[in-house]
Each structure stands twice: as C-alpha cells, then as structure tokens.
C-alpha cells in the first residue's frame, strides 16, 4: 500500500496558484501546505495584537477558494496545514464560509489547537519552567512581561486523531514542519507511536517536502539545468513499510534528482545523527538516497528513536524598535560616497543630541553580502547603501527615519531611490528559542462541519 502526499506551500507567500496545478496534473490522497516560520509567528503576534481575530496565514483561505472544484472531484484527497498560525480557529471560520458558499458546507474541518502558551505563562512559571534559552541557557526572567508570543511544536498524534475523527481538512496552528506528513501516515498505515523506523521514514519524507519546490529544484545549486517558470511541487510516496520516493507531476517544471533531494535533505538538520522533532529523533546518517528514473528518486534506510521528552518552543518578546532605509548611489565614487553618506547621517543625529543603540550599515554590490570576496573599487559605477537603525526609543528611530529624504539635495551628487519615501519605524520582535515539558502542553482536537465553523461565535 503506498500513500501519495504532496506539499504546496513552503511559507507564508510562496506560490500562490502552486496547490491547484499540483492537484490538476497529480492525484493524491493528502496535500500538505506548510506556512510558519519563527518569523510568520512575529508577523502573526503583531496582527493578532491589533485584531483578536488576525493571526492566521490568509492566504490558505485563497487557495481553498481556488480548489474548491478540485475537493469536489476528488473525493479521497484531504489537506493538513499549519495555516491556522497564532489563530487557528479563526481560520478554520473563515474556510468553513468559503465551502459553505461553494456548497461544502458538510465537509468535516478538523482544528489542532493547544501550542499556543501565551494564556498559560503563569502557569509554567509556578509549575518552575523556566524557559531556559536553547542556546544560552538563561532563564527568561523579567522578559516574561514582553512576551507576545510563545507556541510549543506539537507532534503528530492530534493531527492523527484529527484524521480519525473524519477531518477531510485539518488546520493546525504551531506543530512540527515534519508532523504535517507523519500524522497522515499514522492515521494511514495504524503505525503506533513507539514505532521509532516508521516515524523517522515519514518524518524524513515530510522534512524533504515541507520547503515545497526547494526539493524539486527551487534555490538548488543546479539551478541552470531545471525550467523553473513551470516548476512542479513536490510528492511523497509512503509505504507501509516505511519505503519512500520523492516525485513530481508528471510534465511540470523542475526536476527531482538525486542532487536536489539530498540537498533539501541535509537543509537545517543540526546534528545529522539527531535530528530533533516531536515524534521521534531521527537519524540522517542511516539515510541512502537513489535515482531510481527520471523525477523518481528512493530514500531508504530511515532510522529513529525515542522522541524527546519536552516540546521545542519559538517565543517572541517586544524589543524596541527598528527602520532601515536605503539610497542608490552611483559614480566612479560610489563606495568612498556612500560611506560618506552613511557618517552624514550619524553625524547629523549626533548633532541633535542622538545617540542610538546599534546602526549597520551595508554597502550592497561592493562586497558587504560576501565578506572576503569584494570586487575592486574602482570596477565598481553603482552600490545601493543600506543602513539599518535600533533602538529601545521610538522616537530615536523615527529621528533616524527622517534623516534619509534630505540627502538628495544637500548630501553629495550621485544619490537616487528616495522614491520609497521616509522608512518606516517597525516593533522589533526578538526570538527566544526554549522547551517546555511535554506533560505541560495539552493539544486539543476539534472537528465540526464546515456549516459549524463557518457560524462560530469569534470568541469563541
């Protein structure tokens, strides 16, 4: 028995048309749309701060408008995404009205909800979690009062148990990126959860999937040799047995080979002999990878073991605030001017009593993007100046701001982009990686109709 999963969707903002040509040229049985990232979940913060009933990836709610005929003519497919970010059940309002005005509205949508840990901090402080920094190892102390988000990675047993329940569409908010392919293989093929080999298969089969066409081609070295305009998504075939094959609609663009495999496999695994997820630690040094045809690739050899016993967490805190603007700046002078420009603008600040907490500033084109590998300065008529600003005060950053527009007339000759206007003053968010135990974190499942949803109170 093999089961094909699909994934069309590496982040929030890749290709929006991507899930209906993979479903209109492949038939598959799970298609899996993957859309956080640490970042995502700060963006997400931010929206849900201003709305209580923002905080989800919109774009899913699109493509859901856009293969709706498709779930209607393929009556086995069912969808697992992680679109529901900060603010799942709002997201599964707003696709259960879209399916109830294209008349689905009986079609079951499951809701996995649990990881979000910002209602709960107090409660992990008396029961003595720290919240250690993954790398540091300090606790989070008087930060706790800028937290804005905190979301634990949930493995995929509630997603499972979604499946089970008669989910045809599941959204998750914060789980495992891997997750989103092993809780349909469980669900499919009854594996149990101490099952370490098969978990590891299909956590390798969702790790080499999850960044969608980046395994097919997509950011690959061997770029040049893949027509890229069509570029087909990737496919996953499962065995019961935990064989694997990594595929693609046949006559899309791309390619799938041995090269563009193994480099999405080996792509932000740490430890290779310990590759952290919820489910199971898996070990990549086991893995064989093999051409078996064209766009038909074998991943054998797939090994595990015990899951680890707490729960990665990404948790964001409010820290000040940050703008960064940018001049184009041309001439045979151009380096020697934009540094010039750069100490202009720090200088002026000076003079207004300014002092900020950290500025960079990157000459971009002049070698600042490779360090080590600068082209001479004298082969060079353009660089395009970046200067980025922090500070804790609002209204340093916004002094910094303003100090762009004036250069074009009183700041040497030989600038141009002002056309962006005045930078804008963002919130800085910063990323403080933890753990939580998992006996701490309680993942719940909910699975109505898409009529139920789409007519849920929103605080609800």
Same mark, same amino acid.
């Not at 959860?193 to 098969?198: I, R």
């Not at 500033?361 to 300065?377: I, K, S």
């Given at each position: 028995m093999t089961l094909r999963i699909a994934n069309a969707a590496g982040f929030w903002g890749d290709w929006p048309s991507a899930p209906r040509r993979l479903l209109e040229t492949a038939e598959v049985d799970f298609l899996t749309l993957e859309y956080l990232a640490e970042l995502t979940l700060s963006i997400m913060a931010s929206q849900r701060k201003k709305s209580p009933t923002a905080g989800y990836a919109t774009d899913f709610v699109t493509v859901t408008e856009d293969i709706v005929s498709l779930l209607q003519t393929q009556p086995q497919l069912k969808i697992v995404t992680n679109a529901g970010g900060l603010n799942p059940i709002s997201c599964a309002r707003a696709v259960g009205k879209v399916l109830v005005k294209c008349g689905l509205e009986n079609l079951p949508i499951g809701v996995v909800f649990g990881d979000d840990l910002l209602p709960q901090m107090d409660t992990l402080t008396k029961e003595g979690c720290e919240l250690l920094h993954f790398d540091r190892g300090e606790p989070l102390g008087t930060l706790r009062e800028k937290v804005i988000s905190a979301n634990a990675y949930l493995g995929a047993e509630p997603i499972s148990r979604s499946l089970e329940k008669g989910a045809r569409i599941v959204i998750t908010g914060r789980v495992a990126d891997a997750s989103l392919t092993v809780g349909p293989a469980v669900h499919q093929f009854g594996w149990t959860?101490?099952?370490?080999?098969?978990l590891a298969a299909a956590s390798v089969a969702g790790h080499i999937i999850e960044c969608g066409a980046q395994a097919t081609g997509?950011?690959?070295?061997?770029?040049?040799?893949?027509?890229?305009?069509?570029?087909?998504?990737?496919?996953?075939?499962?065995?019961?047995?935990?064989?694997?094959?990594?595929?693609?609609?046949?006559?899309?663009?791309?390619? *799938?080979?041995?090269?563009?495999?193994?480099?999405?496999?080996?792509?932000?695994?740490?430890?290779?002999?310990?590759?952290?997820?919820?489910?199971?630690?898996?070990? @990549?040094?086991?893995?064989? *990878?093999? $051409?078996?045809?064209?766009?038909?690739?074998?991943?054998?050899?797939?090994?595990?073991?015990?899951?680890p016993e707490s729960y990665k967490v990404s948790l964001a805190y409010a820290d000040g605030f940050t703008a960064s603007g940018q001049l184009l700046v041309f001439g045979n002078d151009c380096v020697v001017k934009a540094k010039v420009v750069a100490s202009l603008i720090e200088e002026r600040l000076h003079q207004d009593?300014?002092?900020?907490?950290?500025?960079?500033?990157?000459?971009?084109?002049?070698?600042?993007?490779?360090?080590?590998?600068?082209?001479?300065?004298?082969?060079?008529?353009?660089?395009?100046?970046?200067? $980025?600003?922090?500070?804790?005060?609002?209204?340093?950053?916004?002094?910094?701001?303003?100090? @762009?527009?004036?250069?074009?007339?009183?700041?040497?000759?030989?600038?141009?982009?002002?056309?962006?206007?005045?930078?804008?003053?963002r919130p800085l968010y910063s990323y403080w990686p933890t753990t939580v135990p998992k006996e701490l974190v309680f993942p719940e499942v909910r699975v109505l109709d898409a009529n139920h949803w789409a007519n849920t109170p929103e605080n609800n």
């Open positions: 959860w101490d099952d370490w080999n098969s997509g950011y690959s070295t061997d770029w040049k040799s893949c027509q890229l305009a069509n570029i087909g998504y990737p496919i996953a075939e499962i065995g019961s047995d935990g064989q694997l094959i990594i595929t693609k609609p046949d006559g899309s663009g791309g390619q *799938v080979t041995r090269h563009t495999v193994t480099e999405q496999l080996v792509y932000e695994i740490g430890d290779p002999a310990a590759y952290l997820t919820p489910d199971v630690i898996v070990d @990549f040094t086991t893995v064989e *990878v093999a $051409a078996l045809a064209e766009n038909r690739v074998a991943v054998r050899g797939s090994t595990g073991r015990e899951a009593g300014i002092e900020l907490a950290r500025m960079h500033t990157e000459l971009l084109g002049a070698g600042d993007g490779l360090p080590g590998m600068q082209p001479p300065p004298d082969d060079l008529r353009e660089v395009m100046l970046r200067i $980025a600003a922090y500070d804790p005060r609002r209204e340093a950053v916004a002094a910094f701001a303003r100090q @762009f527009a004036p250069l074009i007339t009183n700041g040497p000759a030989g600038l141009a982009g002002y056309a962006q206007g005045r930078p804008s003053v």
